[in-house]
T-cell receptor
Framework: DSGVTQTPKHLITATGQRVTLRCSPR?????VYWYQQSLDQGLQFLIQ???????AKGNILERFSAQQFPDLHSELNLSSLELGDSALYFC???????????????FGPGTRLTVT | QKEVEQDPGPLSVPEGAIVSLNCTYS??????FMWYRQYSRKGPELLMY????GNKEDGRFTAQVDKSSKYISLFIRDSQPSDSATYLC?????????FGDGTTLTVKP
């Protein structure tokens, strides 16, 4: 158990809908990362938050957005869903402070999204 | 061209074999190197982490980094069926992290 939790485990929804995925990082970790993994594809980095602020952006679609709350949990919002958005969505966390940067990321179990 | 290229596999070996998994990279800003193991599309699990050239050993696993050649490897000794999984290399630096596409390993009893 990595200490990172994600809800829900599975989500089935229709095209055009909007969903929210939730992530709670390991205790003490300030950074949260979101990744998408489609069938037979690698991990695609979407976005990183550090202590409530956006730190880095990857290949995140405009239909997707994220935020990190004061209690450090994060949510990934996916809207106007398309069939191609069906994938595993992983959240990871790492410890970063003003002087220490840890690049070791600890992953949650993922949310499996199916768009029909 | 991708910043990180990982040997695609799949790889199938008999139990007890030595396995070599490899990645190359092009971004000199990468200073931290990691290997993750992913079972059946579960969350990737951090196996090894290193930031210097040379070898780092942990049990049956050895991570090797050659920064001059921009090449990293993971060696698994005495491979077991339980090692069957997808292995992902990952590299970080200058505020950026990039993963390889993964190599799927099957260890046959």
């Amino acid at each position: 158990d990595s200490g990172v939790t994600q809800t829900p485990k599975h989500l089935i929804t229709a095209t055009g809908q909007r969903v929210t995925l939730r992530c709670s990082p390991r205790s003490g970790d300030l950074s949260v990362y979101w990744y998408q993994q489609s069938l037979d594809q690698g991990l695609q980095f979407l976005i990183q938050y550090y202590n409530g602020e956006e730190r880095a952006k990857g290949n995140i679609l405009e239909r997707f957005s994220a935020q990190q709350f004061p209690d450090l949990h994060s949510e990934l919002n996916l809207s106007s869903l398309e069939l191609g958005d069906s994938a595993l969505y992983f959240c990871a966390s790492s410890y970063n402070s003003g002087t220490v940067n840890s690049y070791e990321q600890y992953f949650g179990p993922g949310t499996r999204l199916t768009v029909t | 061209q991708k910043e990180v290229e990982q040997d695609p596999g799949p790889l199938s070996v008999p139990e007890g074999a030595i396995v070599s998994l490899n990645c190359t990279y092009s971004n000199s800003a990468f200073q931290y190197f990691m290997w993750y193991r992913q079972y059946s599309r579960k969350g990737p699990e951090l196996l090894m982490y290193t930031y210097s050239s040379g070898n780092k050993e942990d049990g049956r696993f050895t991570a090797q980094v050659d920064k001059s050649s921009k090449y990293i490897s993971l060696f698994i000794r005495d491979s077991q069926p339980s090692d069957s999984a997808t292995y992902l290399c990952a590299m970080s630096g200058a505020g950026k992290s990039t993963f390889g596409d993964g190599t799927t390993l099957t260890v046959k009893p």
